[in-house]
């Protein structure tokens, strides 16, 4: 034991020179290489994470960080006892869960629509269709479901109705959810539709040899080959649902329908950025994104679990 | 033909019948799906051709005389419209290329099983993505840089991208060493080597990067939003949340229209034919790339 421990320091030291001799020979690694990146992480990741000291303070923009009055967790009582708080989190939280279990599957479904598609040519044809609302932007987006849901617009003509979807609470959700799929679901199948599509063709075959249904294709042969796969994405998507975007949200609001449209994100851009709040609105933001670490942390040991001690 | 029909007619039939009710259940949501995702387009290319009034009252009518290009001339000839396509390909050329190559570059030694700090530096990129200052402290420190209202600030923060970085990584380690082998690289020649032997054998993967990072630029508008006062700096996503979402489009665009009824008919016909004219350059040049995406999803897919 002992001597294992000399060992080692004494490994350590000739590593430490190792070292050293190394970072000389291969300076370039280190500046031209690294340094760009390091110095934006810094720069507008790092320096920002210093700034959250604010929520904790009165910040007043003239006196800066260091001459601000300390208020300590005054902020962030007055957000979470104020009646909007949660009213805006089940907001958040209702839009990107109902989100994800209803957008999630369909990228799945749709890959092994498409792996049933024989000819390759079309395949190729219903893929391109299916991306290209991926290329369309959140503001045009949101442009269209405005003009198709529109009090004139071709939904009510069709209906005989005129009924204006966008100032209603109840209808933001399923609007914002099923455009979300409308756009995203296309896109998300491209790595499912590859991994099917490189799934042991041998096994295919021999599958089919022995009489397998479809569905016991499915589930012998073509399950496994995205079963991984499905579960990383799932726990990375679980893990994004309280840094929801801000921009499609913002979109789709409107001054009728805030109570359900408006989440975390808008309402700390409207608080900090519009009313000039600086420090209660970074408060919020920060409520926000440490409830969105502590969800990374519990969603990755689920999957540790899960996933025989394997997580991300 | 005939024969096509029955050779496809004979494939279909080895199956079993609870097989066929799948396929055919399985088709019919296929082409569910793409009809769904079609049909609104449709919608709105017939609808940005109509005349305004017919539109509103009655819908679409294959009435060609009823058809009119007003709206495109409108939009095309209004220079806020081009003011934003011009800023908006400035942005995204310069974001994905700046962003890209500097992904590339981090990605690099990153990727070396030598490289002495590679924990520690994973490390501090990693944190990155869980943890964040948050909208405030980030506008802050753009405000007393000094970035405010440049274009600067809009391309700077999001340029280097750890995930990026890490799908490049990824993709650097599945090039065989012999190549580096067989470059003899020492301390010096880094750069020769990463320019001259590294990167001509990934255009797979810059492809793919560089799509992403213009596609994101060009689609956004938070960033502009905030950071951005001045008209003139305006990407075209910021001239078409006027237009689109707020219902304000610049005014030149309808002056000339006596009512207020009728501008507002206009203000809504030019929304459709806004919506063509900007969507159109991304819609026509993606497939194009398509042959890059699966090579880089498969790439993307790869744990890190």
Not at chain 1, 217 to 234: H, L, T
Not at chain 2, 152 to 169: S, T
Request: net charge positive.
């Amino acid at each position: 034991m002992g001597k294992e421990m000399a060992l080692t320091k004494s490994r350590g030291k000739s590593k430490l020179a190792q070292n050293i001799t190394y970072i000389k020979q291969h300076w370039q690694l280190y500046i031209f290489f690294l340094g760009p990146a390091l110095f934006l992480t810094i720069l507008f990741r790092y320096v920002p994470m210093g700034g959250v000291l604010i929520a904790f303070q009165k910040y007043n923009p003239f006196k800066g960080i260091l001459g601000s009055q300390w208020v300590g967790f005054k902020y962030f009582k007055q957000f979470l006892s104020s009646p909007d708080f949660l009213q805006y989190l089940a907001n958040t939280l209702k839009l990107s869960i109902f989100g994800l279990l209803w957008g999630f599957p369909v990228p799945i479904i749709l890959a092994f629509l498409l792996n049933r598609v024989g000819s390759s040519k079309l395949k190729q044809k219903i893929q391109l269709v299916l991306y290209m609302p991926n290329f369309i932007s959140v503001i045009v987006l949101c442009g269209m479901v405005r003009i198709l849901l529109s009090v004139t617009g071709p939904l009510n003509m069709m209906m005989g109705s005129s009924i204006n979807y966008l100032t209603i609470p109840a209808a933001f959700r399923p609007i914002y959810i099923i455009s979300g799929i409308w756009q995203g679901a296309g896109w998300a199948s491209i790595m499912y539709t590859a991994a099917l599509s490189n799934a042991s063709q041998e096994l295919k075959e021999a599958a089919q040899i022995d009489g397998a249904n479809i569905f016991q294709q499915i589930k012998a042969v073509e399950w496994p080959a995205i079963k991984d796969m499905v579960v990383i994405q799932f726990i990375l998507q679980a893990g994004n649902i309280m840094s929801i975007g801000f921009e499609k949200a913002y979109a789709l609001q409107s001054d009728m329908n805030l109570s359900s449209s408006e989440i975390i994100a808008t309402y700390v851009y409207k608080k900090g950025l519009l009313n000039g709040d600086y420090s209660y609105s970074t408060a919020v933001g920060l409520f926000n994104t440490v409830i969105n670490v502590i969800l990374l942390v519990l969603v990755n040991k689920v999957v540790e679990k899960m996933n025989d001690g394997q997580g991300l | 033909m005939e024969r096509v029909l029955v050779k496809k007619k004979s494939s279909f039939s080895k199956y079993g019948l609870g097989d066929k009710c799948f396929l055919i259940f399985g088709y019919t949501l296929l082409t569910a799906f793409v009809l769904a995702i079609i049909l609104p387009m449709i919608y709105i290319v017939v609808a940005s051709f109509m005349d305004p009034i017919t539109l509103q009252n009655k819908g679409i009518v294959f009435d060609f005389s009823k058809w009119t290009l007003t709206a495109y001339e409108r939009v095309m000839t209004n220079s806020q419209i081009w003011v934003g396509f011009k800023n908006a390909v400035i942005y995204s050329v310069v974001f994905s290329v700046v962003s890209v190559f500097i992904t590339l570059l981090c990605a690099y030694p990153m990727s070396r099983d030598d490289f002495v700090g590679k924990k520690l530096f994973n490390t501090i990129f990693i944190i990155t993505m869980f943890f964040g200052g948050g909208l405030i402290p980030t506008y802050l420190l753009i405000s007393n840089i000094g970035l405010l209202d440049s274009m600067w600030a809009v391309i700077l923060p999001g340029a280097f991208n750890v995930w990026n970085m890490i799908i490049a990584r990824t993709y650097y380690k599945g090039i065989p060493s012999e190549l580096r082998e067989a470059a003899d690289v020492d301390g010096a020649n880094e750069l020769v080597f990463f320019f001259r032997i590294l990167l001509p054998v990934c255009t797979p993967l810059i492809a793919v990067l560089i799509l992403w990072q213009f596609v994101g630029m060009w689609n956004s508008y938070f960033d502009a939003m905030i950071y951005l006062n001045s008209s003139s700096k305006q990407p075209l996503q910021l001239v078409l949340r006027s237009i689109l979402i707020q219902n304000e489009p610049d005014p030149g665009m309808i002056a000339d229209m006596q009512s207020t009824a009728q501008r507002a008919q206009l203000a809504e016909l030019l929304k459709y034919a806004t919506i063509i004219i900007s969507s159109l350059p991304l819609i026509v040049m993606y497939p194009f790339f398509q042959k890059y995406f699966d090579s880089g999803i498969m790439v993307g897919s790869v744990k890190g």
